[in-house]
């Protein structure tokens, strides 16, 4: 059975996302920074269909092994935006154009039912609206043997941590220190799991944390 | 001009204490775990005045370097406790015994003036009255040109990082979860510090991350 991974990019204060978000900032401010390092790679261009150029090395490796083996992808609501609501609207497609980087079928948990949305390039968006549980059984049988990516945000990271469904998470650590916004580690008060550091690579830009989540 | 440092052993989800923290466990539930990779080294016996065993290696080596070329120490009052209020009295000479393990003068923040109180082994505890940036004054001319210790705890490492009084931090990362307490980053909003890497050492107990920290 394939694990569940998630990779994220976190600032040295624990933020993966920068105070005041909004519909014009869904970084928040100063969030755009903690993908500096990735918005100029290789393969973060190869993801976004933009076959020239880019930078290899240390981190475009490490951001390629990261979406290696995938077979499906999960994400919560507000990664995925739209829907009812302040945000958005039911013609929405998610923020990422008509060719999404996921190339998996990607389940997104919310509260409202909805139609599967095929896209480009392999991504098709499927609803779930039975909890996480779910999105992942769903998930795994969508990979076919294959790993399943953790997309995002916070939220679903830390309930599926907490209820011990992860198994590996990267934390790719950024020197930069946001004093606010959306923390990557919150709401796990209780929760029994372990971590286990799997491996460390450091670069200039950012440090990659990778970790084994047990259940004790 | 000596650096001031700061070095504290964090979980991964950014706690230096549990929740709950109390007089009867001042680490909070769980935050003792923090220092298990601490406790059975070498050098952190020698520290303690025990001179016989403990490990060595390389999280000796880190741990023995945070310690070298230091002249004096800044505390807050919590970390050395006592003083007027529920946790304590005026008899109260910190958590350490009669040779506590700094062998520096150690300038402690509090709002309560108070005589120096001489220890062992060449601690000297002095209270300070009139703010950070005079404790650091007068650490500094204690430490004759070496460098000054920041002991703790969060809340002033937090009011020297976001002052941009902070030189350099190493942030021993422990595989653990604590799911709430005391957090070492918290209460920077609108600070104007950047960090910048300076070196990462893993071991499989604990990931030391230490970084510059630079006045924008």
Redesign the interface.
């Known amino acids: 059975m394939g694990k569940l991974r998630f990779n994220v990019s976190m600032s040295?204060?624990?933020y993966i996302a920068g105070?005041n978000q909004s519909l014009e900032n869904p970084l928040g401010e100063g969030g755009e920074n903690l993908h500096d390092w990735v918005i100029k790679l290789k393969f973060f261009r190869e993801m976004h269909g933009d076959r020239g150029g880019g930078e290899t090395g240390t981190n475009d490796d490490v951001l390629r092994e990261n979406f290696e083996n995938l077979g499906a992808t999960i994400m919560g609501r507000n990664m995925f935006g739209g829907g009812p609501g302040p945000w958005g609207n039911w013609e929405w497609k998610g923020w990422w154009g008509d060719n999404p980087p996921f190339h998996t079928p990607v389940f997104v948990l919310t509260h409202h039912p909805r139609e599967p949305l095929v896209m480009q390039g392999g991504t098709t968006f499927f609803f779930v609206t039975d909890g996480i549980e779910s999105a992942l059984k769903q998930a795994r049988d969508a990979a076919g043997g294959k790993d399943v990516a953790l997309g995002g945000g916070a939220s679903v990271a830390q309930q599926y941590?907490a209820a011990g469904l992860m198994d590996e998470m990267e934390l790719h650590?950024v020197?930069?220190?946001l004093?606010?916004g959306e923390?990557l580690?919150?709401n796990?008060?209780?929760?029994d799991?372990?971590?286990?550091?799997v491996?460390?690579v450091?670069t200039?830009e950012v440090?990659h944390?990778k970790?084994r989540v047990v259940k004790s």
């Not at 799991?193 to 550091?197: D, M, Q, T």
């Open positions: 040295l204060d624990g105070p941590v650590v020197p930069i220190l004093g606010g923390r580690f919150d796990l008060a209780g929760s799991v372990r971590v286990e550091p491996r460390v450091e200039p440090t944390l970790y």
